[in-house]
């Protein structure tokens, strides 16, 4: 929707559609999504393995920028996001746990390693190394969430869009494109790995 200005210059084929009588929302972007990344996955893996590749590229450079930019920005503004007055365990054991369900969800990854291993040639080398490539980007994401905490206090970031609010806080709105770019591909990514493990 920021690619055209806001939800509210969305052409009417691509918004969001509620039927408060039913509950229900209808998005035609995510539909076509869906419908796309599945067609894109059925053509094979040597087809679609050079769109993951595209998108995962997408995704490093988005999240190599947040490192950078914010953690400029965090180190410029003294990482006001860690100072906090109620401490560092301020929602106990039930805030821990509920925050570890959430985490959870992003080990989800591993199965599809395991779905693709038959069509790898040498899977005795290739599985442990796409593995231990794969925990490159758990430290990427972990570096995004210091940044990011560090920038805004967690109690300050906006739920759905985090990322989107420590920059603007910080009056940084050029990078909102880049952001954007990130926030679109990254759904990409996944569901490349989720729907080919069905595919």
Not at 113 to 139: C, Q, R, W
């Amino acid at each position: 929707a920021l690619f055209f200005g806001g939800e509210d210059k969305l052409p009417a084929f691509l918004a969001r559609h509620t039927f408060s009588e039913l509950g229900i929302v209808v998005d035609p972007c995510a539909a076509t999504l869906v419908h796309i990344v599945t067609a894109l996955l059925c053509t094979g893996i040597k087809e679609s393995s050079l769109a993951q590749a595209i998108v995962t590229t997408v995704n490093v450079c988005a999240l190599l920028f947040i490192i950078t930019a914010g953690g400029y920005l965090a180190f410029k503004i003294g990482w006001i996001g860690y100072e906090l007055p109620s401490g560092y365990f301020p929602f106990g054991v039930n805030g821990m746990l509920a925050g570890s369900g959430v985490v959870f969800f992003s080990y989800i990854g591993f199965d599809s390693v395991t779905s693709t291993a038959e069509e790898v040639k040498n899977p005795h080398e290739d599985m442990p190394l796409g593995t231990g490539i794969a925990s490159i980007f758990y430290v990427l994401y972990m570096l995004v969430s210091a940044v990011i905490v560090g920038l805004v206090p967690y109690y300050a970031l906006h739920p759905d869009t985090p990322i989107f609010t420590a920059f603007s806080t910080c009056a940084m709105q050029w990078p909102v494109y880049i952001l954007t770019t990130g926030a679109v591909t990254a759904p990409c990514a996944s569901m490349m790995g989720l729907i080919l493990a069905q595919v």
